[in-house]
């Protein structure tokens, strides 16, 4: 990855949680060890058993908080978003989580682009030459044939993710993409996988207050969901084989 994570990223982040837990005048929790950022699913739940006492009290520290470290790990393709898309269900329910892990999400990736197309163009040419050339293909080809063509390309790269979130954030400013529609593609596209993680998340924060388990009905649920948002791509790309 372009963005190495530093072996002490998860201490710095932990200790600017517990700080901001300390700046938070309506918190009442003595067990600071408690605050860091998580990286299983017990630190997961208890990180979501915390903040959710906070937003009953206080939800613009823990909105704010929440999208701080959300843009900031997507702007620097730092490892770990599926946990806060987790957390953010389990904090903030099912359908608040998912509009805002989708918008932070487009957010964080168009953050990503900019910081690329400032000052990464040399290092990732360096570092993925050949990945360049064959994602700069695929894009010419797509604007050759129409707007629209391209920008389904570009939804689908998303749903289909043969070529890691990441990489597509930093290159595509490299190759031309236009911002709005990587943006919009990235809105779109991973809106399947937004909902699914924010969902299992809101059956975490179910877990926590009632100790069950996700139900068949919920699976199907789920999964109709992700094939619903999936079939007018899939649709429009095997129309375009044939």
Not at 3 to 29: F, R
Not at 50 to 75: D, G, H, M, P
Request: a positive charge; one cysteine or more; aromatic letters at 10%.
């Amino acid at each position: 990855m372009l963005y190495d994570q530093p072996p002490q990223l998860n201490q710095i982040i932990s200790k600017i949680l517990k700080l901001t837990d300390k700046t938070n005048p309506e918190s009442d929790h003595d067990d600071g060890d408690a605050i860091t950022f998580p990286t299983n699913i017990k630190q997961l739940k208890n990180l979501a058993k915390i903040l959710s006492s906070y937003y009953e009290t206080n939800r613009n520290y823990v909105l704010v908080l929440f999208s701080c470290a959300y843009l900031y790990k997507q702007t620097f393709a730092i490892p770990g978003s599926v946990f806060l898309n987790l957390l953010g269900g389990a904090i903030f329910g099912t359908s608040i989580a998912f509009v805002l892990c989708s918008i932070l999400t487009a957010i964080g990736s168009s953050f990503a682009f900019g910081l690329s197309h400032l000052v990464g163009r040399s290092i990732v040419i360096k570092y993925f030459p050949d990945k360049i050339q064959i994602f700069q293909q695929t894009i010419v080809e797509q604007k050759q044939k129409s707007k629209t063509s391209l920008f389904l390309t570009l939804i689908s790269l998303r749903l289909f993710p043969m070529t890691p979130n990441w990489f597509l954030n930093i290159a595509s400013p490299i190759i031309g993409v236009p911002i709005h529609q990587f943006f919009s593609s990235v809105l779109i596209g991973l809106m399947p996988y937004n909902y699914l993680t924010v969902q299992t998340g809101s059956i975490l924060s179910d877990l926590i207050a009632v100790d069950n388990i996700m139900s068949i009905k919920t699976a199907i649920i789920l999964v109709t969901t992700s094939l619903a948002f999936m079939a007018p791509t899939i649709k429009r790309l095997i129309s375009m084989r044939t």
